[in-house]
C-alpha cells in the first residue's frame, strides 16, 4: 500500500518507521495508554511526561506495520512541547483529516501531514488512526484522575 503513495509522502513515512528517536518507555511519565488494531496485528502504548503545563517527553514501544509504527513517530515528535488543548487539537484534526474534513490551517501537523494520503485506503486508516486513538484515551483517563484528585 505505501508503494501507492505520493513520493513525498512515502519517504516521510518510511523515515519514521524507520526512526527510534521516540521508541522506548518512560516509566515515570503521568499518562500511559496502550491498544491495538486486530485487523492489521498492531500494537502501540504511548508513555508522555509532563512538565511545566506542557508535554514533555513522548515514547512509544510496539509492533505493527510500517504506518502504525510511522504515525506513532510522527505523534510523539508532534506532540512534544505541547500543551493538552493543542494536543488535542492535533488528535481531533487527524480524525477529522481520516474522515476526509477540510484541514484547519491553524494546527501545525508537522510530518504527521503526510499521512493525509492513507485516507484514501481504509483499511490503512486504523492503522494510522492507533496512535491518535491510544493518546486520546490517555489525555482523558489523564484527566478525569485529575478531576478525581479534585485539582
Ligand atoms: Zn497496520
Known amino acids: 500500500m505505501i508503494e501507492q503513495l505520493d513520493e513525498l509522502y ?15 518507555a518512560l516509566p515515570n511519565a ?16 504511548f508513555d508522555i511526561a509532563l512538565a ?13 506495520c510500517a504506518i502504525s509504527q510511522a504515525a506513532a513517530s510522527m505523534l510523539a515528535a508532534q506532540l512534544e512541547g505541547k500543551t493538552l488543548p493543542q494536543a488535542r487539537r492535533i488528535i ?12 484547519d490551517p491553524s494546527v501545525d501537523l508537522g510530518d504527521l501531514e503526510a499521512l493525509s494520503g ?5 483499511v490503512r486508516v486504523k492503522c494510522a488512526a ?22
Open 10 to 24: 512515502r519517504e516521510v513515512i518510511l523515515d519514521h518507521f524507520k526512526s527510534s528517536a521516540h521508541k522506548g
Open 30 to 45: 503521568p499518562i500511559h495508554a496502550e491498544g491495538s488494531n486486530p485487523l492489521c496485528g498492531d500494537e502501540l502504548g
Open 52 to 64: 511545566n503545563g506542557q508535554i514533555g517527553q513522548v515514547r512509544f514501544h510496539g509492533k505493527g
Open 92 to 103: 481531533e484534526t487527524m480524525q477529522g483529516l481520516m474522515q476526509g474534513r477540510k484541514l
Open 118 to 122: 492513507v485516507r484514501k485506503f481504509p
Open 130 to 151: 492507533l496512535s491518535w486513538n491510544i493518546v486520546e484515551q490517555g489525555l482523558q483517563s489523564y484527566k478525569g484522575q485529575k478531576q478525581e484528585a479534585g485539582s
